[in-house]
């Protein structure tokens, strides 16, 4: 392994890192990066995945007050989507290479389509939620969301959805997440982003374990991303928001249709 590989793994985990604390799906910076390195497709996604999970946890610590009150609903639905997890990542592991080299180029497209609409989601998740509170005092609505029934079928099936595609390409699991919480199990917004955080790091976690024992994680260029994206993280706390959000999403948005192309060429 070349010390110019491992520099650019790291600067792919800073970038990531960066724009995981800002709007999320570091992955479309990753992944690609790491193809463009010469790793296959599978071994650069589980890379990739292990690279990033650490920042992952720590965007879930970031919200340790609003999950709080919320840990029943964690509890609850960390099940659902850690098996969903578990099964996208086995059936990237399972099936042949071909069919994840041949779909993965609509998972980037989808995946940037979805970083492109979140502020449309986010939008509707926050009226959802306006619409729902009975009461002004947010004290009561977070004890309202508790007292909901967050074993809902419709919930537990969406959740593990959910971590079916967080295990099998984890880019933009975090905006599919605030739209099933959004929409079945309406909080306050940030109560709603401390528990999609949180369920989106469970899945993560456990994706990277099962990659971890795989044989396809390339371990020094997903040391790199580790450390890049830990400094990117900092960063991005410190200078993302200083970035308009619009030209930060229209700079992914390239991003996401550059990386397509470069792994269909590849």
């Avoid at 609903?73 to 399972?94: D, N, Y």
């Avoid at 369920?199 to 450390?227: D, H, K, M, Q, T």
């Avoid at 410190?238 to 990386?259: H, Q, S």
Wanted: aromatic share 6%; with cysteine; charged share 10%.
């Amino acid at each position: 392994m070349s010390w110019g590989n491992l520099a650019g793994a790291g600067l792919a985990g800073l970038a990531a890192g960066m724009i995981n604390v800002v709007v999320g799906s570091g992955t479309l910076v990753t992944f690609p990066a790491l193809v463009a390195l010469g790793v296959p497709p599978v071994a650069a996604n589980a890379t990739s995945t292990v690279g990033l999970v650490f920042g992952s946890l720590s965007g879930s610590y970031g919200y340790r007050n609003e999950l709080a009150s919320r840990w029943a609903i964690v509890r609850r639905l960390v099940p659902a989507v850690c098996v969903g997890a578990a099964f996208g990542s086995l059936l990237v592991l399972a099936a042949p290479p071909q069919i994840f080299e041949a779909v993965v180029p609509l998972l980037i497209l989808g995946a940037t389509a979805l970083l492109v609409a979140q502020p449309l989601i986010a939008r509707r998740v926050k009226a959802r939620i306006d619409a729902s509170s009975e009461v002004d005092n947010p004290a009561q609505g977070r004890q309202r969301s508790e007292d909901r029934n967050p074993g809902d079928t419709r919930l537990l099936a969406a959740t593990a959805g959910a971590g079916v595609y967080g295990g099998y390409f984890g880019a933009g699991l975090g905006i599919v997440m605030l739209a099933v919480l959004g929409t079945l199990h309406p909080d306050e917004l940030q109560g709603t982003n401390a528990v999609k955080n949180a369920l989106s790091a469970a899945a993560n976690l456990l994706a990277a374990v099962i990659f971890a024992f795989s044989g396809e994680v390339r371990w020094a260029l997903a040391g790199a991303v580790a450390l890049g994206a830990l400094v990117g993280g900092h960063l991005g706390a410190l200078l993302g928001r200083r970035i308009p959000d619009r030209l930060l999403r229209t700079v992914m948005a390239i991003v996401g249709l550059l990386a397509a192309a470069s792994v269909l060429m590849n």
